[in-house]
């Protein structure tokens, strides 16, 4: 499995950035798609999560109404749209798989790298 992440870059506070999280491997069915992110001097956090399958998806609290995550099924994509995007969202961001739809941080199978977001005030 290989998860490559894209479309970090700076935009204005206030704005918006899609990124995309391609996908390489066996059938993805039964697992979820997370992503994550990481600022500087901060401990890796959860940001949102998909589940495959159901399409089921969950956000942290701070990300509610402002991001969302969705799938491309047919080209293995998953997306994250951020719009209202404020300085404090500058971080790395990682998408992530596993095999489960249980799965937090630390038990996550697969990462892709990260791809820097930078949000300027």
């Known amino acids: 499995v290989q998860l490559q992440a894209s479309g970090g870059g700076l935009v204005q506070a206030g704005g918006s950035l899609r990124l995309s999280c391609a996908a390489s491997g066996p059938t993805f069915s039964g697992w979820q798609m997370d992503w994550f992110r990481q600022a500087p001097g901060k401990d890796r956090e959860f940001v949102s999560k998909i589940f495959w399958t159901s399409g089921k998806t969950y956000y942290a609290d701070s990300m509610k109404g402002r991001f969302t995550i969705s799938l491309d099924k047919e080209k293995n994509v998953m997306y994250l749209l951020m719009n209202s995007l404020e300085p404090e969202d500058t971080a790395v961001y990682y998408c992530?798989?596993?095999?489960?739809?249980?799965?937090?941080?630390?038990?996550?199978?697969?990462w892709g790298k990260g791809t820097l977001v930078t949000v300027s005030s």
């Open positions: 992530a798989a596993a095999r489960s739809t249980s799965a937090l941080l630390r038990e996550m199978d697969y």
